[in-house]
């Protein structure tokens, strides 16, 4: 019997697939926390080496393993490319003993690298471990500010590797950029459909208003920005102030959405920034109409407040693409700029409207018209909730997600 167990114990292990993480990035990546937590509990076990410790909280909780490494500097001059080079061959003496390690003691068969240092230095060591090579790219990658020869590097190890884009746009750029077409798999964004709780704050009394008050009394357009990145919003602005000749009762509900910022000249800055837009909207004349909020944790109770959200980012990140999809399936249609990555979601006349950037006429006149068009406002927002119901369900990425693993 004892014998009979060992042997169930011992199939059960060589079965499991064991997956290390690598991530050298400043941000944290929720999508792939949750394609984590989706998938089979007894099917995986996972292993973090991370610089910045921003997923290593998440993994603690869940009893996952973690370790801080250090896998050079951050590659965005010169500087720091020749410091990158002139390191580099003693990464890959370094980091060979430890992917060998995870290899031999974790039976490692999958690894999965975020940033751009460690697709340069763990890819080819996990071709010689014969390990599968998984590199997640971000949404938000501006590759023409790659430094050519690390490019080179980039590109090289990219034929070793499968290359995970969650935007078709994204595949595209790749393949312009000389990357092989049968590496890059399209794994969109996915989000649980089911309603989340939201965090209580001292704006949640504004957030219950009776949906009357909003969608009677005002017609809100809301906005989620992130203080930290590049964005649209004075673009939006100004297309309020345009709306106000036609739209007496709009409303514009801006919300701050962005990572948690630990060191004091960070929140100092984003208080500057605050005070930049407020600024800004007693300037163009709009101060009264527009609302400034700050969430911590949920957008729910938001999103039942706005008529349309405008999407103002200038490149899409992870987060921002979570709203887009949220917003979506809580029936919202969406207006957002063309040629940056939305055009997966955001598809023209029937979950929303593509606009160029910084056409504020442009914008102004769109929201005129949803303003207007009440009946066209519900056929937008159904179609972009079913279409979230159909093909960005989390739990239909997680399956696909498991299938690439495998």
Known sequence: MLEFVKRFVDLWINNMKSVLIIDSLCEKNNFLLSLLAGLPEDAYSFYLLE?????????????????????????????????????????????????????????????????????????????????????LENPDTNYQLIPNIIFKFYKLFSKQAIILSSLSYKKTQLKNLGLSENNIIILPQGIKVASPKHQENIFSDLAKLQPTNFSKKYFTVGAVIDLNKPNQIENLFMAAKKCLTVIPNLQLMVVSEGQEVASQAGQACLRRQGKNLNWLTKKIGINNIVWFVSEQAR??????????????????????????????????????????????????????????????????QQIITLFKNKRLRINLGKTAHDLIDKDFRLEIIVKQFNKILQ
């Open 51 to 135: 610089q910045n410790s921003k997923l290593t909280k998440s993994f603690n909780k869940k009893g996952w393993q973690t370790s801080k490494i250090w896998l050079g500097p951050n590659i965005k001059n010169i500087i720091s490319q020749i410091l990158f080079i002139s390191v580099w061959p003693a990464f890959l003496i370094v980091y060979f003993f430890i992917i060998a390690f995870y290899k031999f003691s974790k039976k490692i068969n999958c690894l999965i690298c975020l940033g751009l240092n460690e697709k340069i230095i763990i890819t080819p060591l996990a071709n010689i471990f014969k390990i599968k090579a998984i590199w």
């Open 299 to 364: 957008l729910k109770k938001w999103l039942d407040s706005f008529d349309v959200l405008v999407t103002v980012c200038s490149a899409p990140a992870v987060s921002d693409l979570e709203i887009i999809l949220r917003a979506m399936a809580n029936k919202l249609p969406i207006i957002g700029p063309r040629n940056i990555g939305l055009e997966d979601l955001i598809l023209e006349n029937k979950t929303g409207y593509l606009l160029e950037a910084d056409n504020n006429e442009a914008l102004a």
